[in-house]
């Protein structure tokens, strides 16, 4: 029961990102620059991220910026991509099919960042499971594109 709350905030995250798509594409309409959307996006993200770090007290870890290896402050640069790409697609070929992909790219990723411990992360093997996985998502795109 302890584990339930590690399960629906990225559950309640990943229903924010299919909401988050269409909306920053109605921002690209407003501001006329899909790259300008994607920017406000993040400042509202960051400004409800730093006032939450404030709230609850930690403000003081923003101090602690420049400690780690190079590649933990990519995340930024990787929700950049997910922003642009999705507010970009899902107008073209609708939410579904480019959660979908976002979906199978996550994937495909997360097993080999499992199979590889790259990240720091454990390693758990690439077993027949995550490979019928991964086969499904694909499945679930290839359907879902040719109606596109």
């Known amino acids: 029961m302890d584990r339930i709350p590690y399960i629906l905030l990225p559950l309640l995250g990943g229903a924010l990102i ?3 798509a269409p909306i920053n594409a109605r921002l690209r309409v407003v501001v006329g620059s899909p790259i300008a959307s994607a920017a406000l996006s993040f400042v509202v993200g960051t400004i409800v991220l730093v006032v939450g770090a404030l709230v609850v007290g930690q403000g003081s870890s923003l101090v602690n910026v420049g400690g780690g290896p190079w590649w933990a402050y990519l995340g930024g640069l ?38 590889f411990g790259w990240f720091g992360q454990p390693v758990a093997s690439f077993g027949w499971d995550r490979i019928l996985a991964v086969v499904l998502l694909l499945a679930s795109l290839a359907l879902l594109v040719r109606r596109v």
């Open 78 to 115: 990787c929700g950049a991509v997910l922003v642009f790409g999705t507010l970009v697609a899902a107008p073209r070929v609708g939410v579904l099919t480019t959660f979908v992909a976002v979906v199978l790219g996550q994937v495909v990723l997360a097993a080999a960042i499992d199979n």
């Open 18 to 20: 299919a909401a988050q």
